[in-house]
């Protein structure tokens, strides 16, 4: 089975800028998820949706980041505008199943300067 | 709450030994363990995961053990091979819920 797919896999842009990440979650996965990654932490999340609703975004800072899942599938995470503490590494996950089993994408690496 | 504290931060061990990492909770709700492995580059992926029925779940040569009264859990890695040098994520969940908590990461590098 395909896995998880991110793009871009890297992204420098100038802080105050905007930049847009896309998830393509495995086919049949119903929860998708938004982790960010620190460098040298474990990952936070900052989304998680159910088909296309929202469950929990408890962590994500409304203020600057947005996140939508059009359709139940494809989702894009929304920076405007970048901070330099936003460099990280973006993570998607998608699962087919209550209580964890995630697949993971490779991630977008963001760097923010 | 929510915490997941993990340790040690970065571990060294030679090939063919025994790789302990260790983890720490604090919510009594989670009822779901797993441990990812992540290489540079790549995102985590799941390697083991453990719910707090049983005290060890083993597969292969990686093993956890789970003390549910000292709410903590550890991985066990033995006969360490060069492959298996990569970053170790624990974590945990409530069943329910799916969010994961992550610990911080451990290092581990696998020497000849």
């Known amino acids: 089975e395909a896995g998880v797919a991110q793009s871009p896999r890297y992204k420098i842009i100038e802080k105050r800028q905007s930049v847009a990440f896309w998830c393509n979650p495995i086919?049949?996965?119903?929860?998708l998820y938004w982790y960010q990654q620190i460098l040298g932490q474990g990952p936070k999340l900052l989304i998680q949706?159910?088909?296309?609703?929202?469950?929990?975004d408890s962590q994500l800072p409304k203020d600057r980041f947005s996140a939508e899942r059009l359709k139940g599938v494809d989702s894009t995470l929304k920076i405007q505008p970048a901070k330099l503490e936003d460099s990280a590494v973006y993570l998607c996950?998608?699962?087919?199943?209550?209580?964890?089993?995630?697949?993971f994408g490779s991630g977008t690496r963001l760097t923010v300067v | 709450q929510q915490q997941v504290k993990q340790s040690p931060q970065s571990l060294i061990v030679q090939k063919g030994g025994i790789s302990i990492i260790n983890c720490a909770y604090e919510?009594?709700?989670?009822?779901?363990f797993p441990w990812y492995q992540q290489f540079p580059g790549k995102g985590p992926a799941l390697l083991i995961a453990?719910?707090?029925?049983?005290s060890e779940k083993k597969e292969g040569r990686f093993t956890i053990s789970f003390n549910k009264s000292a709410k903590q859990f550890s991985l066990h890695i033995m006969d360490s091979q060069p492959g298996d040098s990569a970053t170790y994520f624990c974590?945990?969940?409530?069943?329910?819920?799916?969010?994961?908590?992550f610990g911080t990461g451990t290092r581990l590098t696998i020497i000849p």
């Open positions: 949706f159910q088909n296309n609703g929202v469950v929990d």
């Open positions: 996950a998608s699962s087919t199943i209550t209580g964890g089993g995630y697949t």
């Open positions: 086919s049949g996965h119903a929860t």
């Open positions: 974590a945990a969940s409530n069943f329910g819920n799916e969010k994961l908590t």
């Open positions: 453990i719910r707090p029925d049983v």
């Open positions: 919510n009594t709700a989670f009822d779901y």
